[in-house]
């Protein structure tokens, strides 16, 4: 494995960090999770364009341009011969002192990982899977705004924690777990953006209910709208889950993937339904057909 920090390669071993970074100490920095498809990266613009917005937000200057960051990226799946993987791309405050203040953080470092990731077992991509309500609350936008995909993740894992407490031999597809805002509407799952699917139309929370801007959900409403499916983005409830048709999330790491249970109740008939089936089709010849080319083919 050959990983990136601040344009040098360094083997898994090699790969260090100061334990002076405030991304180390405070979890002060930003990143994304990127796929590569068949030998091309999957919408990197957009990624890294998210990267900027969030580091604009946290009043971190990335000490280099947009098109040398994705240059770096795609040299780096190069580097390590991938054609199918994942790829975190880190800006990290940089090393300072003890204190809270990133004054004292002059060079913020930029980290480049790319390898391999299988979030959910193959077989649940057709079964589905089973997600809880978690009692952690999402961030409050006024707080820490989820979307800002900051290092800083504990909001996140807080959640998952109890989604891996509830995990047991009886439950092995509760994989995932809703997080509510603090208002009580649905945000989205620790790691994924939720939709539902009612009488035909398709639903997904807005980004103002506190969410982060998923590329794969822009993606799936891009899909979905040219499949001439009506799309909603508007605050919804539990109650609205439960009652839905058909459930899915999405996410760089969980692609599509179904939900047939939430909270105990089966969505729908219990089974991935038509829109979901229809749309990850859609989704899997998307991810084939597009993305920067990292080979000469
Ligand atoms: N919400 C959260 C909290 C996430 O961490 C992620 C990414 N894993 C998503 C949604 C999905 O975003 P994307 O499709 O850009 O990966």
Same mark, same amino acid.
Do not use: W
């Given at each position: 494995?050959?990983?990136?920090?601040?344009?040098?390669?360094?083997?898994?071993?090699?790969?260090?960090?100061?334990?002076?970074?405030?991304?180390?100490?405070?979890?002060?920095?930003?990143?994304?999770?990127?796929?590569?498809?068949?030998?091309?990266?999957?919408?990197?613009?957009?990624?890294?364009?998210?990267?900027?917005?969030?580091?604009?937000?946290?009043?971190?200057?990335?000490?280099?341009?947009?098109?040398?960051?994705?240059?770096?990226?795609?040299?780096?799946?190069?580097?390590?011969?991938?054609?199918?993987?994942?790829?975190?791309?880190?800006?990290?405050?940089?090393?300072?002192?003890?204190?809270?203040?990133?004054?004292?953080?002059?060079?913020?470092?930029?980290?480049?990982?790319?390898?391999?990731?299988?979030?959910?077992?193959?077989?649940?991509?057709?079964?589905?899977?089973?997600?809880?309500?978690?009692?952690?609350?999402?961030?409050?936008?006024?707080?820490?705004?989820?979307?800002?995909?900051?290092?800083?993740?504990?909001?996140?894992?807080?959640?998952?924690?109890?989604?891996?407490?509830?995990?047991?031999?009886?439950?092995?597809?509760?994989?995932?777990?809703?997080?509510?805002?603090?208002?009580?509407?649905?945000?989205?799952?620790?790691?994924?953006?939720?939709?539902?699917?009612?009488?035909?139309?398709?639903?997904?929370? #807005?980004?103002? =209910? &506190?969410?982060?801007?998923? !590329? @794969?959900? /822009?993606?799936?409403?891009?899909? %979905?709208?040219?499949?001439?499916?009506?799309?909603?983005?508007?605050?919804?409830?539990?109650?609205?889950?439960?009652?839905?048709?058909?459930?899915?999330?999405?996410?760089?790491?969980?692609?599509?993937?179904?939900?047939?249970?939430?909270?105990?109740? #089966?969505?729908? =008939? &219990?089974?991935?339904?038509? !829109? @979901?089936? /229809?749309?990850?089709?859609?989704? %899997?010849?998307?991810?084939?057909?597009?993305?920067?080319?990292?080979?000469?083919?």
């Amino acid at each position: 494995m050959r990983i990136y920090i601040d344009g040098q390669y360094y083997s898994k071993e090699d790969a260090k960090v100061s334990v002076f970074d405030h991304g180390f100490l405070y979890g002060d920095g930003v990143f994304e999770g990127i796929r590569a498809y068949n030998g091309r990266v999957f919408r990197l613009k957009q990624h890294v364009d998210r990267l900027y917005e969030s580091a604009a937000a946290i009043h971190l200057s990335i000490p280099t341009s947009r098109p040398d960051l994705c240059r770096s990226v795609v040299e780096t799946v190069r580097a390590n011969e991938i054609r199918d993987g994942y790829i975190r791309l880190i800006v990290s405050r940089g090393p300072g002192d003890l204190g809270l203040d990133p004054r004292q953080c002059p060079t913020p470092s930029i980290i480049i990982i790319a390898g391999k990731i299988q979030l959910y077992p193959k077989e649940c991509y057709d079964s589905g899977i089973e997600i809880l309500t978690c009692a952690t609350r999402r961030n409050r936008p006024d707080a820490l705004n989820p979307a800002i995909k900051s290092l800083n993740y504990l909001n996140n894992i807080l959640a998952k924690i109890e989604v891996s407490t509830a995990h047991s031999e009886k439950k092995p597809r509760l994989l995932e777990g809703l997080m509510l805002n603090a208002d009580g509407k649905v945000a989205e799952c620790t790691g994924d953006n939720i939709f539902y699917v009612t009488g035909g139309g398709l639903h997904t929370p #807005p980004p103002s =209910d &506190g969410i982060l801007r998923g !590329v @794969t959900r /822009q993606a799936v409403l891009e899909l %979905a709208r040219e499949a001439g499916i009506p799309v909603v983005e508007q605050s919804c409830t539990q109650l609205d889950l439960y009652a839905a048709e058909e459930c899915f999330l999405t996410g760089t790491g969980a692609e599509m993937i179904p939900v047939v249970q939430i909270d105990d109740r #089966p969505i729908g =008939d &219990g089974q991935p339904g038509p !829109v @979901t089936q /229809q749309l990850r089709a859609r989704f %899997a010849a998307l991810v084939a057909a597009e993305g920067v080319r990292v080979y000469a083919e």
